[in-house]
C-alpha cells in the first residue's frame, strides 16, 4: 500500500497525539515496540507500550489497511492480538495480561466497509467459546472537519484520505496551519505526509501553489519528482528542436542525451533524498551545481558517490571538489 511508509512515520513521529485520539484519553508516557514473532513473518504495522494519564498501561496496536487484503482481517486481528499478548503476559494467567486496544485504520474508498470488529466463534453449545474485538476506523468515511476539530497538526495530513465537501477551504486552512509549527523537523515531516497522502491530483496541484520552493523546510515532495520528469521531457524537446537545424536524426541524439543528463542528476538527488533528506537549502544547492555538470561519466561518478558517501557533508565536499578540479 502506497500510503503505509508516509502514515507510519507519521504515526511514529506523533504517537503521542495518536495515543490519545485513539485511546481516548490524556497520556503520560508513549514508547514503540519493536515487536517480532518467533517463526513467522507475521507483525503488527504499529504497536506502542502506553502509560495513561491515570497510570494505567496499555498495548496499543494500530493496523493500516487498504482495499485488498490477502487474509480476513478478522483473523489477522485474532493473530495478531494473540501473539502479542503471548509475547507481552509471558506466563501469567489471563486475568494479570496487559491491557490491549487494537485499532485498524482503513484507507481508500470502501476498504473495511463491512468490518464490524466484533467477532465471535460458536462452540457446540451455542455458545461463544472465542470472543475478540478491536475498532475499525475507516478514514475514507471520516469528514475532514472531524480531524480538524481534534485540535492537533499531527491529523492534519490525514485530510487528504477523509471527505472534503470545500477543498479549496480545508487545504489552504492545513497548509497555513503546518507553516505556522515553529519546529522546521515536525513541520517537514507534516508537509511530506501530507502530500504522499492525497491522490487527486487537483488537490496535489493546489497545494503546489501554496508552497514556496524557498522555504527551510521543503523537501524531495512527489510533485518535486514530477517536475524533474517533466525537465528531462522539456530538455529532450529542447534538443531535438536545436538539433532540427543540423539534421533530424543529430537533433534527436542530442535530445536523447541531455535527457540521459537529467535523469543522471535526478538520480544523484533522489539518492541523497533517500539516504540523508538533507535540508532544502542543502538539496537545492546540490541540484544548482549538478546543472554545471555536462559529461554523462562525471555525473555517473557522481551517482556513485551519493551512494557511497558516509554522510551529506562527505557528498558536499566531493562535489565541489570535483567543479573546482573541472571535472565536468
Known amino acids: 500500500m502506497e500510503t503505509d511508509n508516509p502514515l507510519k512515520m507519521l504515526i511514529t513521529a506523533f504517537s503521542q497525539a495518536f495515543a490519545e485520539w485513539l485511546l481516548g484519553g490524556p497520556v503520560r508516557r508513549v514508547r514503540p515496540l519493536n515487536v517480532e514473532f518467533p517463526g513467522t513473518v507475521t507483525s503488527g504495522d504499529l504497536i506502542f507500550a502506553v502509560e495513561m494519564g491515570d497510570g494505567q498501561s496499555v498495548l496499543l496496536h494500530i493496523e493500516l489497511q487498504g482495499r485488498r487484503s490477502h487474509a480476513p482481517m478478522s483473523f489477522r486481528e485474532l493473530d495478531y492480538m494473540t501473539r502479542l499478548i503471548l509475547r507481552e503476559a509471558g506466563n501469567e494467567t489471563p486475568d494479570k495480561a496487559p491491557r490491549l486496544q487494537s485499532v485498524v485504520l482503513y484507507i481508500g474508498q470502501g476498504a473495511g466497509r463491512e468490518d464490524s470488529g466484533r467477532y465471535e466463534i460458536l462452540g457446540l453449545d451455542s455458545e461463544p467459546c472465542l470472543i475478540w474485538r478491536y475498532t475499525p476506523i475507516r478514514l475514507w468515511q471520516m469528514d475532514a472537519d472531524e480531524l480538524l476539530t481534534l485540535g492537533s497538526t499531527a491529523f492534519l495530513p490525514l485530510v487528504g484520505q477523509t471527505q472534503m465537501r470545500e477543498p479549496a477551504q480545508v487545504i489552504p486552512a492545513v497548509v497555513e496551519s503546518i507553516h505556522k509549527v515553529a519546529d522546521e523537523l515536525q513541520r517537514r515531516r507534516l508537509m511530506t505526509a ?36 517533466k525537465a528531462r521531457e522539456e530538455a529532450l524537446a529542447e534538443g531535438v528542436a536545436e538539433g532540427a537545424s543540423r539534421g533530424r536524426v543529430e537533433g534527436i541524439l542530442l ?17 541523497l533524498v533517500l539516504r540523508f533528506n538533507p535540508p532544502s537549502r542543502t538539496y537545492l544547492q546540490c541540484q544548482r551545481q549538478l546543472q554545471a555538470y555536462t559529461e554523462q561519466e562525471s555525473l555517473q561518478q557522481l551517482l556513485a558517490a551519493a551512494v557511497q558517501s558516509e554522510d551529506m557533508d562527505a557528498f558536499v565536499l566531493q562535489l565541489g571538489a570535483e567543479q573546482a578540479n573541472g571535472h565536468q
Not at 200 to 222: K, N, S, V
Open 255 to 271: 535530445g536523447q542525451q541531455e535527457g540521459i543528463l537529467e535523469g543522471l542528476r535526478a538520480a544523484v538527488l533522489n539518492v
Open 194 to 229: 501530507l502530500v504522499n497522502l492525497i491522490s487527486d491530483e487537483e488537490i496535489i496541484a493546489m497545494i503546489e501553489q501554496m508552497i514556496d520552493p524557498t522555504d527551510e523546510y521543503f523537501m524531495d515532495l512527489p510533485y518535486m519528482r514530477r517536475m524533474r520528469q
